[in-house]
């Protein structure tokens, strides 16, 4: 093995630079992951316009080329993706089987740690997920965000399985939600964009396309499920549609915000809940213990991972990738370094 790998430093303003840097070593409880491919995601923007002192990339998945000398039952070669937390196992919420949520992160990775836009990234051994031999390293991304973060937020819904799924921003996200909401059995699922290429995808998925562009949005859906949707997914983050969310949900419904918005929504607590009695959600990433339940329905044949992906580039080729993905017009998109 080389001694350096190439490494993507976001330097701010768009501009990305491809750095030769030291391969690191894994720690005694810690794996060097080498990068098959890496998602690209909606919150990678942040970096992307303001720079990183890591390297980002939060959707990895790769093979163990080492292995800390205390980690059992993990040998080099095996297949696996990275879970975003280092969560600490021990607080409050990672008792509680929350590990999204933990109360003392030690690491984001792609975040706050080195992440997967580079050959090789180091994460603890535990958020080194092993896969089988049979599922291809790229299309497993789709077990993190893609999919795991979309099932994650149907199982905050809660029971009863929705008959009834308005879906609002058909990136990566939204896209997954409606396969999802699909599979879990959705009488009928509505996608809301405003990117002609994410409604099409949408609609693939099973979806009735509805265009955010178009004054009578809201009513569209409304004509379509009378007395509205059971759960609504919120996966553009904007205040707007964030509202539009509300109206769509039936009384009795529930919505849940899976989208990142730092603006403040205003929500009328008698006519928006009380009266209508819904119920409002939040939702972030999955918890590692809900890794299983995609991962069945992934090898099982209920979720395509295939739909998902529809672009691919080489590492050298990042800031090609990041253009596609900005302009709407894909689906997910992979770095391969």
């Not at 001694?3 to 894994?26: C, Y």
């Not at 997914?233 to 769509?248: L, N, P």
Request: aromatic share 8%; net charge negative; proline share 6%.
């Amino acid at each position: 093995m080389a001694d350096t790998m190439k490494a993507a430093r976001f330097l701010g303003g768009g501009r990305i630079e491809l750095q030769e840097l030291p391969i690191p070593h894994p720690g005694p409880d810690e794996v060097l992951v080498e990068v098959h491919s890496c998602a690209l995601c909606g919150t990678d923007r942040g970096a992307y316009r303001h720079g990183s002192a890591v390297t980002p990339g939060h959707e990895v998945a790769g093979t163990a080329a080492g292995v800390g000398a205390e980690v059992a039952g993990l040998e080099e070669g095996a297949r696996g993706v990275v879970y975003l937390v280092d969560f600490c196992g021990e607080c409050f919420a990672c008792r509680a089987g929350s590990t999204n949520m933990c109360l003392n992160r030690r690491k984001m990775y792609g975040f706050t740690a080195d992440g997967g836009f580079a050959d090789f990234e180091v994460v603890r051994s535990r958020c080194f997920l092993p896969i089988d031999g049979e599922m291809p390293l790229d299309l497993a991304t789709t077990l993190l965000d893609f999919y795991g973060t979309s099932l994650h937020a149907f199982r905050r819904a809660g029971p009863p399985a929705p008959e009834t799924v308005g879906v609002i921003g058909c990136g990566p996200i939204g896209l997954g939600a409606i396969a999802v909401a699909t599979a879990l059995g959705a009488r009928q699922v509505f996608g809301i964009d405003v990117a002609p290429y994410r409604l099409g995808l949408a609609e693939t998925l099973g979806a009735e396309p509805v265009d955010a562009r178009a004054r009578d949005a809201t009513a569209q859906v409304l004509r379509g499920a009378p007395g509205g949707c059971d759960v609504v997914m919120e996966a553009a983050g904007i205040t707007s549609t964030q509202r539009q969310a509300i109206d769509i949900a039936a009384p009795g419904g529930r919505v849940v915000f899976v989208a990142h918005n730092q603006e403040p929504l205003e929500v009328h607590t008698l006519t928006d809940l009380i009266a209508q009695e819904r119920t409002l959600l939040g939702s972030e990433y999955f918890p590692i213990g809900a890794f299983s339940e995609g991962y069945g329905l992934l090898t099982s044949g209920a979720l395509d991972a295939g739909a998902a992906v529809s672009h691919r580039f080489p590492l050298e080729q990042i800031g090609d990738a990041f253009e596609a993905f900005w302009s709407g017009a894909t689906a997910k998109v992979l770095v391969q370094p």
